[in-house]
C-alpha cells in the first residue's frame, strides 16, 4: 500500500477530533472499524442471536447469486464498498469464477490491514481468484478503479448505505452511478426490518451492565490513537428507534450513542486537548442522525428514483426483513 493512502488515514484522524468537539459531539462512523473493531464486528454479527442481518442477507446472496451475476456481462470485476471480512461475498466469487474462470475483486475498506489480512486468506482460498485491496474511504476505492476497462459488479452490502447520513444517501448513491460505465451494476443489501422490540434488542449490549466488545473497543482505540483517558464505566449505551412512515421517502433509523452517566472530562493527551461531557450529554456514534437506516420497499425504490439508477432486480426474504436490489445507471437502460 502506498505511503499517500497511509498520509489520507492519518489526515482523517484529525475528523475525528473536530467531531469530538463539535456542538453535537460524535465520532465518525467508520472510527469504529479499525481490525479489531472489524474483527468483533465480524464475530458479533455471525453469532448474534438478536442482530439477523448478517444471516438474512448471506441465505439471500445464497438463493439469488445466479440471477445477480447474471446481470452483468461476462467477464467482469467485483468491487465492494466497506467489504470488512467479505464473509458474505464468497458465494458472489464463486458464481463469478464459475461463470468467468478467473476473477479480480477488490475490496474497498476504511480498515486497511484488516481487509488485506482477509484478502490473502480469499488468495489461499481461490486460487482462480486475484484480490486488490483498497484501504480507504468509499468513494475513494471507487475512483481509483472507475478508469478501468472492464465492466464492474458493485457491492454495498451489510445495510452499509443505512450508515451514511440519510440525508447524504441519495447524493451518494448518485456519485456511485456517476463512476458506473454502461453495463456496470450496484447490489444494495439493506435492512427492512421495522420491529422495534427486535431492533432495540438487536442494538443494545447482550450485558446490560456494560458496553458491547465493539463499544469497547471504540474507547480503547480513542484512548489509543490520542493517549486518551475515557472511562468505560462512565458511560451508557444507549440505542433508540426514530420509526417514519413507510410511504414517506424518509426511512426509519435506529439512534445509538454512549451517555455520560456523570459530569466527567476526557483527556486527550496527544493533542492537549480536554474534552467536557456534563452528565447525560451524548455521543453519538453517527455523523448524521442514523447510526442504521431501516428502508420500505417504497424507500427502497425512491431511492432510486432519486440517484438517477434503475431498479433490475429486487429480491427480499420471505418475512421482508431484508432485500438485495440491483441497480442500473439511467443512462445505460436508456441506451
Ligand atoms: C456495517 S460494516 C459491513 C461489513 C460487511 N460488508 C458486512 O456486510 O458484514 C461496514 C464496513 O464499512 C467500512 N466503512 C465504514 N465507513 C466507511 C467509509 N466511509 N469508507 C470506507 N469504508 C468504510 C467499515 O470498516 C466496515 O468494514
Given at each position: 500500500?502506498g505511503?499517500?493512502?497511509?498520509?489520507v488515514i492519518?489526515?482523517?484522524?484529525?475528523?475525528v477530533?473536530?467531531?469530538?468537539?463539535?456542538d453535537?459531539?460524535?465520532?465518525?462512523h467508520w472510527?469504529l472499524?479499525?481490525?479489531?473493531?472489524?474483527?468483533?464486528?465480524?464475530?458479533?454479527?455471525?453469532?448474534s442471536?438478536?442482530?439477523?442481518?448478517?444471516?438474512?442477507?448471506?441465505?439471500?446472496?445464497?438463493?439469488?447469486?445466479?440471477?445477480?451475476?447474471?446481470?452483468?456481462?461476462?467477464?467482469?470485476?467485483l468491487?465492494?464498498?466497506?467489504?470488512?471480512?467479505?464473509?458474505?461475498?464468497?458465494?458472489?466469487?464463486?458464481?463469478?469464477?464459475?461463470?468467468?474462470?478467473?476473477?479480480?475483486?477488490?475490496?474497498?475498506?476504511?480498515?486497511?490491514?484488516?481487509?488485506?489480512?482477509v484478502?490473502?486468506?480469499?488468495?489461499?482460498?481461490y486460487?482462480?481468484?486475484t484480490?486488490?485491496?483498497?484501504?480507504?474511504?468509499?468513494?475513494?476505492?471507487?475512483r481509483?478503479v472507475?478508469?478501468?476497462p472492464?465492466?464492474?459488479l458493485?457491492l454495498?452490502l451489510?445495510?452499509s448505505?443505512?450508515?451514511v447520513?440519510?440525508?447524504?444517501?441519495?447524493?451518494?448513491?448518485?456519485?456511485?452511478?456517476?463512476?458506473?460505465?454502461?453495463?456496470?451494476?450496484?447490489?444494495?443489501?439493506?435492512?427492512?426490518?421495522?420491529?422495534?422490540?427486535?431492533?432495540?434488542k438487536?442494538?443494545r449490549a447482550e450485558?446490560?451492565r456494560?458496553?458491547?466488545?465493539?463499544?469497547?473497543?471504540?474507547?480503547?482505540?480513542?484512548?489509543?490513537?490520542?493517549?486518551g483517558?475515557m472511562?468505560?464505566?462512565?458511560?451508557?449505551?444507549?440505542?433508540?428507534?426514530?420509526?417514519?412512515?413507510?410511504?414517506g421517502?424518509?426511512?426509519?433509523?435506529?439512534?445509538?450513542?454512549?451517555?455520560?452517566?456523570?459530569?466527567?472530562?476526557?483527556?486527550?493527551g496527544?493533542?492537549?486537548?480536554?474534552v467536557?461531557?456534563?452528565a447525560?450529554e451524548?455521543?453519538y456514534?453517527?455523523?448524521?442522525p442514523n447510526?442504521?437506516?431501516?428502508?420500505?420497499?417504497?424507500?427502497?425504490?425512491?431511492l432510486?428514483?432519486?440517484?438517477?439508477?434503475?431498479?433490475?432486480?429486487?429480491?427480499a426474504n420471505?418475512?421482508?426483513?431484508?432485500?438485495?436490489?440491483?441497480?442500473?445507471?439511467?443512462?445505460?437502460?436508456?441506451?
Amino acid at each position: 500500500m502506498g505511503s499517500s493512502q497511509n498520509d489520507v488515514i492519518s489526515a482523517q484522524l484529525k475528523h475525528v477530533v473536530s467531531s469530538l468537539t463539535s456542538d453535537r459531539k460524535h465520532v465518525p462512523h467508520w472510527y469504529l472499524y479499525d481490525t479489531r473493531g472489524s474483527e468483533v464486528f465480524e464475530q458479533t454479527v455471525r453469532t448474534s442471536s438478536s442482530y439477523t442481518v448478517w444471516k438474512h442477507e448471506h441465505a439471500l446472496l445464497r438463493s439469488h447469486v445466479t440471477d445477480i451475476v447474471s446481470q452483468m456481462p461476462s467477464p467482469a470485476m467485483l468491487v465492494e464498498l466497506g467489504s470488512g471480512a467479505s464473509s458474505k461475498t464468497r458465494p458472489v466469487i464463486e458464481a463469478m469464477i464459475k461463470r468467468q474462470g478467473v476473477l479480480t475483486y477488490v475490496p474497498v475498506d476504511i480498515a486497511k490491514d484488516y481487509i488485506e489480512q482477509v484478502s490473502r486468506e480469499l488468495e489461499r482460498e481461490y486460487s482462480a481468484l486475484t484480490v486488490e485491496p483498497f484501504g480507504g474511504l468509499f468513494m475513494d476505492g471507487l475512483r481509483h478503479v472507475a478508469g478501468r476497462p472492464e465492466p464492474k459488479l458493485v457491492l454495498f452490502l451489510g445495510n452499509s448505505l443505512g450508515n451514511v447520513p440519510i440525508d447524504e444517501q441519495v447524493a451518494m448513491v448518485n456519485e456511485v452511478r456517476g463512476h458506473l460505465s454502461a453495463g456496470d451494476r450496484l447490489v444494495l443489501g439493506l435492512d427492512m426490518n421495522a420491529d422495534r422490540k427486535a431492533l432495540l434488542k438487536g442494538y443494545r449490549a447482550e450485558n446490560p451492565r456494560g458496553l458491547s466488545p465493539f463499544l469497547n473497543n471504540f474507547i480503547d482505540r480513542l484512548n489509543k490513537d490520542f493517549d486518551g483517558d475515557m472511562d468505560k464505566t462512565k458511560f451508557e449505551d444507549t440505542v433508540d428507534f426514530v420509526q417514519s412512515p413507510a410511504e414517506g421517502d424518509t426511512p426509519s433509523y435506529i439512534r445509538k450513542y454512549l451517555k455520560s452517566s456523570e459530569s466527567q472530562r476526557v483527556h486527550l493527551g496527544k493533542l492537549g486537548l480536554t474534552v467536557n461531557f456534563p452528565a447525560g450529554e451524548k455521543l453519538y456514534l453517527s455523523e448524521g442522525p442514523n447510526y442504521s437506516c431501516k428502508f420500505s420497499q417504497h424507500q427502497v425504490r425512491r431511492l432510486a428514483e432519486k440517484s438517477g439508477v434503475t431498479v433490475k432486480g429486487f429480491w427480499a426474504n420471505e418475512e421482508a426483513k431484508f432485500c438485495l436490489v440491483c441497480l442500473a445507471p439511467n443512462e445505460d437502460i436508456a441506451a
